[in-house]
């Protein structure tokens, strides 16, 4: 009977994107020892939708014997209604603390539906995000140099140590205008900064990492190549290590960390605000 | 008076990333109505620095005279001890539903530090992530039409209606490999689905945009072109969405959604799966 106790189906539902529900159940679950098969259902704004949902939770429940998890974040009362009335173990991500704050601030709750991954497109923080996404595309992987001046950190490193998907997180998530630039083979020789980077140094930080886990990472994408060798992924990051400790160039090993966490922790060495939307 | 009750500091610490913090932090206070200026303090992983966050808060404190409002997940005990002595309004973001959760569940929790938002690299969601973004990048702004056997979506629509922040955010957030292609000015005279997408046509999916805010986004690029113009723009949209309704492709309409509106409404219509990292 372990392993059934051991294993929850969960929901996450919500009048909006279901992003909250799912960032805090997802993480309350990290901290208990078990399995869970997830579902995630956004925008469920009418009466029948939310009837539909609770007989979908109802029927898991029939099926499974065990009281689903259902962490929901409604703002419409009807619908919140409807899903707390299913055969489920339930949990408001959002009342659990909108209560205390509304007792802290002496200020009562204003709901509004989809205030929180929602936007006025007008503002002037959307416009940001979507011109920090285009800055970083246009300058993924070296592909330009120009504009430098506009840019707000400037990852540096080898081929495949994790720059691309760290830009792509920096400017998504918080609006950071993201360069990076993956030093080559025919950089090796005599490693210096592009004389492009050197007058925005002071934006730059290098990112590198452990021998074995880049070569397997070079490995799938050129399964047993030079690129891809001890020899020359070892060489290439010496060289690249070198530089960053002669220029003094902060930099972090990947290895071991998510995108989020690399995102994050070199925002906090760069000193960069974060956005939120 | 009524002003200054009306504005609060706030943070959001964590021995993690604080996206959770963040995240929830942000959709709790979104609920009411107040202004905020919002701090994120992530990886305070020692004393030294708990001590540091801690006395930062309570300085804000004399400097203001009002309480900050701090969100923490903190898993370390030493430093959710030092955190919870600071002179402010302190929500614990995971514990007030971990309790009810240990209850359920009949299990005491077993935390782990950066459960949530780390990873472990060898494992097939990380690289299915990672190998999402790529594919997405390759496939980005029509640059390629090949492999789209491998491609879980394919977003069609006009030059600039949101097709590539949407495109990395399904990559980012789920997984999701997503192609996109642009409508141009060649296609517009008899437009029809390009060949290679064809056999695709099941995994398709529209954007469209109100006129006003396509010619808004596009003036922004090129003042005053024929690009930005009123009828350039209505025609162009009024072309694709023809195209839309003949081929029978699901759309939406993007004017006044955001990235993750988008995103996670188009997940929901072509049942395609979130996957949580």
Redesign the interface.
Known sequence: MQSK??F?DVFYVSD?????S?????????????EVS?V?L??VETVERAQYVKNQINQKFIETGE?P?V?F?I?LPEIKAIIAQANA?L?D??S???E??TR????E????L??????N?DSDS??K??AA??YT?AH?DGVSLNNLEQADIILLGVSRCGK??TC??LA?QFGVRAVNYPFIEDDMARLKLPKEIEPYRFKTFGLTIDTE?LMAIRH?RYANSEYSSENQCGKELNKVESLFRREAIPYLNT???????I???LM?VSGLK?T??
Chains 1, 2 share one sequence.
């Open positions: 106790t051991n929850r909006g994107t279901a992003i909250t799912e960032t805090l159940g997802h993480a309350v679950l990290g901290q208990f020892p078990i997830q995630t956004p925008f009281k998890l962490f974040s703002v173990n949990y991500v959002l659990v603390l909108v205390p704050l802290d601030l002496q200020l709750p204003a709901p509004k989809h205030r929180s991954h929602s936007i497109k959307y416009q995000r979507i996404i285009e595309l993924d691309t998907p792509l997180y998504m886990r799938e290895t071991t960390l998510s995108v989020e966490e995102s994050t922790r906090e974060r939120l939307w």
